[in-house]
């Protein structure tokens, strides 16, 4: 079956741009998380969803980071007004609600 | 929050040898813990996991022992293969919430 999906799998922008970074979780999966992942380190965790309710946000480093899962499925992550600290790889992961968590790709997303 | 270390950061080993990965945690709660292998510009797959209640787990050349007394957890790969080369994350989970620690850079040598 289909795993988690990111897309684009590359982004660049410009400081002070926004971007909307996408993620299909795998089919029925109720849990949803977001991490950023730095060079050289281990995923960090961002936010979390299940289903369409955001139960903790509290990895997101400002308020210019946005999440949201309007129908339970499909989530974004945006990013308003882009600083070069924001450049990481974005990985998306699903679970059951049960771990373990099964991780997509990922975005990485440089800022230029 | 809980708090993981993970040593050490690089790991270079011979093609057969056995290699061992370890990593601490802090809070008492965290009753989950996985090992990711991810592979450069790939996604975190999991390679294996175990839980709270179990002390050792093995599968075919991998293994991974749990001391919940010391909060400590260990990945043992034994014969390795160049293709076990990877960056390796432990996390630690309380409550549904994976931390991670910051990775092992494994190179087999041939």
């Known amino acids: 079956g289909a795993g988690v999906s990111q897309s684009p799998r590359y982004k660049v922008a410009k400081r002070g741009q926004d971007v909307a970074l996408r993620c299909d979780p795998i089919?029925?999966?109720?849990?949803l998380f977001w991490y950023q992942q730095a060079l050289g380190q281990g995923p960090e965790f961002l936010t979390y969803?299940?289903?369409?309710?955001?139960?903790?946000k509290s990895g997101l480093p400002s308020d210019r980071f946005f999440a949201e899962r309007p129908e339970g499925s499909v989530s974004t992550l945006k990013i308003q007004r882009t600083q070069q600290e924001d450049s990481a790889v974005y990985l998306c992961?699903?679970?059951?609600?049960?771990?373990?968590?099964?991780f997509g790709d990922g975005t990485r997303l440089s800022i230029l | 929050g809980e708090n993981v270390e993970q040593h050490p950061s690089t790991l270079s080993v011979q093609e057969g040898d056995s290699a061992v990965i370890k990593c601490t945690y802090s809070?008492?709660?965290?009753?989950?813990f996985p090992w990711y292998k991810q592979e450069l510009g790939k996604r975190p797959q999991l390679i294996i996991d175990?839980?709270?209640?179990?002390g050792e787990k093995k599968d075919q050349r991998i293994a991974v022992t749990l001391n919940k007394t010391a909060k400590h957890f260990s990945l043992h790969i034994t014969e390795t293969q160049p293709e076990d080369s990877a960056v390796y994350f432990c996390?630690?989970?309380?409550?549904?919430?994976?931390?991670f620690g910051t990775g092992t850079s494994l190179t087999v040598i041939p």
């Open positions: 992961a699903s679970s059951d609600g049960r771990q373990p968590q099964h």
């Open positions: 089919s029925g999966h109720v849990s």
């Open positions: 969803f299940q289903n369409e309710a955001q139960l903790d």
């Open positions: 809070d008492s709660a965290s009753n989950y």
């Open positions: 175990i839980r709270s209640n179990v």
């Open positions: 996390a630690a989970v309380p409550e549904g919430q994976f931390y």
